[in-house]
Structure formats: C-alpha cells, structure tokens
C-alpha cells in the first residue's frame, strides 16, 4: 500500500525555520513528482511546491508566495522528501500535504502536518 | 493566479442529484483537460474522486461524474447518499508560476 506520512510542523516565531518530512512507502519517491500542498482557513488549498521525478533531473518548482524562502530536496537512500521552510510568516500557518502527482493531479496524499507561525 | 471560484455549500435529499461549478479562466480550465475533484471529510486529508475533467479513479461510484464547458467545470454526484456529505474542491493545472490552482470548496449536505 502507498503511504506518504508528513512529520516535523509546530509552532514557529515570523522569521524562523522549520522542515518538514515526508517518509513515503510502498513506492520509490524518485520515481514521482511530489508536491506539498498546504489548507489553511484563510487561504483554502494552495499549492506549494514540487520535485520532480529522478527521470525528469529531479528540478524543482515553487508557488510565488514561497518562492526563495522554500527548498524542496529529496532524500533517495531514506526514501524522503523534504520541505525547508525559512523566513516564515504568519500566513504560511496552515496543514501540510506531502502529494503524489500523476499527470494533471493528485492521486495519493499523505495526513498532513500543522505548521503554526504566531508570536 | 486566482483560486477558482465554487459556490460556498449546494444540498440534497438523499438519492437527488447535486452539481457543484468550479469556474477559472482561459489559462487553466478553459486550457488544459486537467480539472480534478477531491472529496474532504472534517480533519482528514483530501482524497481524489475524478480526474481529467470525466475520469474515476478505482472504487470511486459512477454516480459521481465530471463535465467541462469553456472555463467552467462542473462535478454531479447522483443518487446522494448520507456519506456523500463532505468537503468538495476543485483543481486545474496552470502550466504557469504556480502549477496547480484549487477551487474554494463547496460542503455538500446530504438533508
């Protein structure tokens, strides 16, 4: 079965850091394209960023609201994904999804991880 | 990019049909045949019921179906039962800086 299980949220002051993980199962994280989706109340779902699929040179993409503050990264010995959060702010607060994505959308997302930016 | 616009709740009796609207613009719905439909239960991760505008998944029911005209895509979920009542969102792939863009949700109330 097909597992991505999301951990490492918390609670962060504006300006910190914080990274995420993303420990998937049951298939080879290299061989997709995993992307972090976040839900918030204020901001519904957003899509965050992406890495690509070893084949595809493993580049990776960015939403605008986190481009430069977020690095995506894998981990292909632990079957991880990674998620580096800088320069936080208050509306990066929200849950985490770590996604698998076939062509065009999402098919398998993991629980979810909260992150909270407040002071 | 905007999100795409749905209508905030839609409601039925159970085995009457509902249709959820998901509208966007020229460059994502209107382009790309990527719509997709995800179903949200409170506290729980979003799962996917349609994909590429008309596609089900497996063990999704046929009574949920998908159509696209112009900017706008529509999900119908026939014969409504009570464990239909959920969360409903809509996404589109864009193809520009932010890839993927998501509707603002539509709660379904089964009455």
């Known amino acids: 079965e097909v597992q991505l299980v999301e951990s490492g949220g918390g609670l962060v002051k504006p300006g910190g850091s914080l990274r995420l993980s993303c420990a998937a199962s049951?298939?080879?994280?290299?061989?997709?394209?995993i992307n972090w989706v976040r839900q918030s109340p204020g901001r519904g779902l957003e899509w965050v960023a992406l890495?690509?699929?070893?084949?595809?040179?493993?580049?990776?993409e960015y939403g605008t609201p986190v481009s430069g503050r977020f690095t995506v990264s894998r981990d292909d010995s632990q079957n991880t994904v990674s998620l580096q959060m800088s320069r936080l702010k208050i509306e990066d607060t929200g849950v985490y999804y770590c996604?698998?994505?076939?062509?065009?959308?999402?098919?398998?997302w993991g629980q979810g991880t909260v992150v909270t930016v407040s002071s | 990019q905007s999100a795409l616009t749905q209508p905030p709740s839609a409601s039925g009796s159970p085995g009457q049909s509902v249709t959820i609207s998901c509208t966007g613009s020229?460059?994502?719905?209107?382009?790309?045949?990527?719509v997709a439909w995800y179903k949200q239960h409170p506290g729980k991760a979003p799962t996917l019921i349609l994909y590429?505008?008309?596609k089900r998944p497996s063990g999704i029911p046929d009574r949920f179906s998908g159509s696209k005209s112009g900017n706008t895509a529509s999900l119908t979920v026939s014969g409504l039962q009570p464990e239909d009542e959920a969360d409903y969102y809509c996404?589109?792939?864009?193809?520009?800086?932010?890839?993927?863009?998501f509707g603002t949700g539509t709660t379904v109330t089964v009455l």
């Open positions: 996404s589109s792939y864009t193809g520009r800086d932010n890839l993927y863009v």
């Open positions: 890495i690509k699929s070893q084949n595809h040179g493993s580049k990776t």
């Open positions: 996604v698998r994505e076939a062509v065009g959308y999402f098919d398998k």
């Open positions: 020229s460059s994502d719905v209107g382009h790309y045949n990527y």
């Open positions: 590429d505008v008309t």
């Open positions: 049951g298939l080879t994280s290299s061989d997709f394209y």
